[in-house]
T-cell receptor, first 110, second 114 residues
Framework: KQEVTQIPAALSVPEGENLVLNCSFTDSAIYNLQWFRQDPGKGLTSLLLIQSSQREQTSGRLNASLDKSSGRSTLYIAASQPGDSATYLCAVRLGFKTIFGAGTRLFVKA | DVKVTQSSRYLVKRTGEKVFLECVQDMDHENMFWYRQDPGLGLRLIYFSYDVKMKEKGDIPEGYSVSREKKERFSLILESASTNQTSMYLC?????????????FGPGTRLTVT
């Protein structure tokens, strides 16, 4: 059974710091991995999608990597800002099903 | 841009009521999904649909049913609401044919059953 784990569960950093969020999964037979952002009480916003054949994706200050063989993905956020404060979720897709991690709650202090 | 809308942001219902949650997407996606999100449990799949009138159970279908009469609309039905169905409900859709494409989420409906 596929399990997705995100570490740390919560993170507080000062503004301007570079940071890394971690996601691990137990079954490497995935179609893709997606990183989402969720603001309190809101839906999910897609940040980056990495296909199973890709190693990384970049969007602005965000960079996501994927290592299928080790079952790991990282989300790198450069020069963090208070507006980055949110919960970040990773999700792996298996056919029609997507398995979500519990998320990392990020707080960026001004 | 893909747009997924949900009929209500907040809903309060009484135990035993029949509840309808509606989701509409405007990008001709064939795949649509209903999830619930609870603290400590993350997102869990209730039902999904890969075409009109087609549906498949997800991981926690008990107490729920769904309806997909039109391609753009996917409804979640709580036949007799119970307090343990108090949760955030999220709808999503994805492009047809290619399972590698992204899921797009609606804003969510926070349902409280009293």
């Amino acid at each position: 059974k596929q399990e997705v784990t995100q570490i740390p569960a919560a993170l507080s950093v000062p503004e301007g710091e570079n940071l890394v969020l971690n996601c691990s999964f137990t079954d490497s037979a995935i179609y893709n991995l997606q990183w989402f952002r969720q603001d309190p009480g809101k839906g999910l916003t897609s940040l980056l999608l990495i296909q199973s054949s890709q190693r990384e994706q970049t969007s602005g200050r965000l960079n996501a990597s994927l290592d299928k063989s080790s079952g790991r993905s990282t989300l790198y956020i450069a020069a963090s800002q208070p507006g980055d404060s949110a919960t970040y979720l990773c999700a792996v897709r298996l056919g029609f099903k997507t398995i979500f991690g519990a998320g990392t709650r990020l707080f960026v202090k001004a | 841009d893909v747009k997924v809308t949900q009929s209500s942001r907040y809903l309060v219902k009484r135990t035993g009521e029949k509840v309808f949650l509606e989701c509409v997407q405007d990008m001709d996606h064939e795949n649509m999904f209903w999830y619930r999100q609870d603290p400590g449990l993350g997102l869990r799949l209730i039902y999904f649909s890969y075409d009109v009138k087609m549906k498949e159970k997800g991981d926690i279908p008990e107490g729920y049913s769904v309806s997909r009469e039109k391609k753009e609309r996917f409804s979640l039905i709580l036949e007799s609401a119970s307090t343990n169905q108090t949760s955030m409900y999220l709808c999503a859709s994805s492009r047809p044919d290619d399972l590698s494409y992204e899921q797009y989420f609606g804003p969510g409906t926070r349902l409280t059953v009293t």
